[in-house]
């Protein structure tokens, strides 16, 4: 069954598995200390910027909570978009690791603004409030919606004189980058942010996301919070060797622009079919569109995917690097013919 309920459900990309044979080869040292962890590093600077310090993880729950430990302490509060990957679908991880509390707020598009943020900055100094010292936001968010570089700065201007630090989970942030055709340079590192998880399973890796700090004192404690929070593996190569093709190559921008691309496709074929209400722009990978609970357990026969909200029959779908114009053109099929 073709499966539009998540980009991790894709497979490997071709690159991705050839790196990870070549790197399967005689011995090399482990915990990170090989020349494949050398050159992703590298590569990494190069696309972010020098001040870009990456600790390579398993995965994007890790690759948070252990960005998040490195920026608080458990006295601290984290505010957050109330869909934040980290309050709806960690099973309460961040909070387990940090100790603190995560303050939600609702918003019509899955983004925060700096109005929106400062409701919640009260409390500094008062030994009754837990502090905030962290802003966590999604690029692109839950909803596919994308921060542009404007709305980024905005919320860092706000924080950091506070001396709070901005986190970007950055899970698909090749999507959103290419969605506004800009660098990872462009839309994070000189747009203020402190820390990013950044992504890299959801569009073709087998596992592996990156913690990249660009703040000396968030720095200082990572490589110890990474083996506590029992995220540092001992055969780096594995993790790191997928990233040398993902940015020599461009597979990031290759991967993410098709899977966006096919995004649109079905976006564009959905409308041609029906009056069908989309909740949300689609500006990446991610479509949110409301169907007929009939239509929406007969397309579930066929197709896997999620209902996002039961209660108004919002159903979500998701677009992967290996996502084909002919699975597109089959579900656009079977919903016409399911629809009459």
Not at 104 to 124: A, H, R, V
Not at 213 to 241: A, D, H, N, V
Not at 243 to 249: A, G, L, M, Y
Request: charged share 20%.
């Amino acid at each position: 069954m073709r499966s539009f309920a998540s980009d991790n459900n894709s497979g490997i990309h071709p690159e991705i598995m050839k790196a990870i044979e070549s790197a399967n080869k005689d011995h090399a040292a482990g915990y990170g200390d090989d020349k494949w962890t050398t050159k992703a590093t590298a590569l990494i600077k190069n696309a972010f910027g020098p001040t870009a310090d990456p600790y390579f993880v398993f995965n994007g729950t890790g690759a948070n909570t252990v960005a998040l430990r490195a920026c608080t302490q458990t006295y601290h509060a984290i505010i957050g978009a109330e869909s934040a990957h980290i309050f709806m679908d960690e099973c309460g991880a961040p909070v387990f690791q940090t100790g603190c509390q995560i303050i939600e707020i609702p918003t019509q598009d899955g983004k925060l603004t700096p109005e929106l943020i400062y409701s919640k900055l009260n409390g500094f100094g008062e030994v009754h409030h837990s502090q905030p010292k962290v802003v966590y936001i999604s690029e692109c968010t839950e909803f596919g919606t994308v921060y542009t570089p404007k709305e980024i700065n905005a919320i860092a201007d706000l924080i950091h004189p506070y001396g709070m630090y901005l986190h970007v989970d950055g899970a698909r942030l090749s999507n959103a980058a290419v969605s506004l055709n800009l660098s990872f340079k462009e839309l994070i590192t000189d747009c203020g942010v402190d820390i990013l998880s950044f992504g890299g399973t959801k569009n073709g890796m087998m596992m592996g996301e990156a913690v990249i700090s660009f703040r000396p004192e968030l720095s200082e404690g990572l490589k110890f919070i990474r083996k506590q929070s029992c995220q540092l593996y001992s055969k780096m190569r594995y993790t790191t060797c997928q990233f040398i093709p993902f940015f020599e190559s461009n597979l990031w921008k290759k991967n993410a622009r098709h899977a966006n691309n096919m995004a649109r496709l079905l976006v564009e074929g959905i409308n041609d079919i029906g009056k069908f209400i989309f909740t949300q722009k689609t500006e990446a990978n991610v479509i949110l569109v409301k169907m007929d609970r009939q239509l929406i357990e007969e397309l579930q026969k066929k197709y896997n995917f999620y209902i996002w909200n039961e209660n108004n029959n919002e159903i979500r779908l998701v677009t992967s690097f290996d996502t084909t114009e002919e699975d597109i053109y089959k579900f656009l099929k079977d919903l016409k013919e399911l629809s009459k």
